[in-house]
Each structure stands twice: as C-alpha cells, then as structure tokens.
C-alpha cells in the first residue's frame, strides 16, 4: 500500500521542510512573507533544527509554480546548519527534495557538519555521488533545473544512490564515519563548496530503507511537490500559518 507521509516508513528521525515549519531570523522572529531570508527551519521530527544567525548568509523563502514554498540558496555565502544532540552511524538514509538550477563545479548539495564531509557530492558533469570518508561513490545523473528526489542510502558496501527511479549500487563503502549533524547546500568552513540550489525538503532515517521502501518514498515525494499545496491559492501568510497548525496537531 503507497504511504501517506514519510513516518509511515519506520526511523524517521529529522525532517526539515520549509512548507511545514515556522520560519525565524536571528531574532527568533517569525517570518512568512516570501522573498524574506530564512534563519531557522526547525526539526519538524527531532529537536535539532537548522540555523544561520549571519544575516547575509540566510537563504531566502521563495514559492515555486505550483504553490510550493522552498528555500532558496545563492551559491555564495548561504547555508544552513545543525549539529545533532547525538551522532547518527551508518547504516542510514538522507532523501532531499531539490532543484540545482545550474551545472555545478564539484559543489556540496548536503554536507555534514563537524570535518565537512561532503555527504552529497554534486560532480561538474551534473551528477551526484555519495561521500563519507571515501569516494563519490555510486554517482546518478540529475539535470540542472528540475526538481528531484535524492535517497541516499549510507550502509557501508551496500550503500545505495537513487534520483528518482534510477539506482546506482557502486559496492564500495563511501565511508563509516557517524553524521554529527548537517549542513544545507554546501561547506561552512570558509564558504567553500556552497551550491546554489532550491531546497523542498530534507530527512534522515536512522537506517537503510529497503527497496521497496524506496519506491515509495520517491513515489509519495514526487506527486506531492508535483501537486499544488492543499490550501493553494490562499494568502502565503494563511498557508504558513495553516500548515504550521496542521504539524503541531
């Protein structure tokens, strides 16, 4: 049976999704009119939410064709970052929802946040590896400019890259090292490596989801960002304050 939201698949333990979650500035202020920067986007599963307090660095709060709001990234100096309350090992699976506009010149799509290691890799010859301590492994095709949905699944060799339908299984580990944490749409240390993308959302299950889990996911994700939002066409700052209603209930 298709799934009816990402916690029908078991581990889900962070879920950053702009649509769902109250926006803030450094001031802890929300925010909900579009075209504003996004300093928070809160855990809407777990307790780690991520952050910026530089305000020049903040992402900006944009709204797609369809009604869908994301976060939108430079490419310059904006990025989003948490460490989380404890480290999660492998085996696990990091899924974004995403839209890189460009052709990239080896820039990071998600990294992680203590040693920058580059979890989601985006190669120059518009492709997306996995990278832990080793590789890109397993890289997929992605074309600039179109939404899609990435699962990543971190289990040593039996780790798996998948865009949309298409799985990649290298055999060969990206590496072991626990993800302390995450950085959205590049590398903080000196402002290196930062992508410009569009971010929908981002989770990460604490364990490998089997193919058929998989499926569905991808499945769920793509006719739910390909469909307007069910309050479509009312007032962005009804919309926010409608869905974050819905998530607390």
Known sequence: MPITH??????????????????QDAAATIVAELNDPIGCLPDGIGSDPVTQSNTSKKPLLMQDQVGWPYAHFDGVDDYLQTMFSSAIASPLTLVI????????????LIDG?????????????DRIGLYVNGGPRS????????????IAVFAGDDSINRIDAVEVAEGSSPGESPLAGLTLA???????????????????????????????????????????????GVPFPFLHHHLQMMGAR
Do not use: M
């Open 186 to 232: 590049g590398r903080y240390q000196g402002d290196t490596r930062l992508l410009r993308c569009d971010i929908y959302d981002v989770l990460l299950y604490t364990r490998a989801l089997s193919e058929p889990e998989r499926t569905d996911l991808s499945n769920y994700l793509t006719q739910l960002y390909n469909n307007a939002p069910p309050t479509s």
């Open 97 to 108: 929802v995403a839209n890189i506009p460009n052709s990239s010149t080896n820039d990071f």
């Open 113 to 125: 946040a203590s040693s920058a290691r580059a979890i989601l890799w985006v190669l120059a010859d």
């Open 139 to 150: 890289p997929v095709d992605y074309t600039p400019g179109q939404r899609f949905t990435e």
């Open 6 to 23: 990402p916690s029908d698949i078991d581990g889900l333990a962070h879920r950053y999704q702009p649509a769902a979650t109250a926006f």
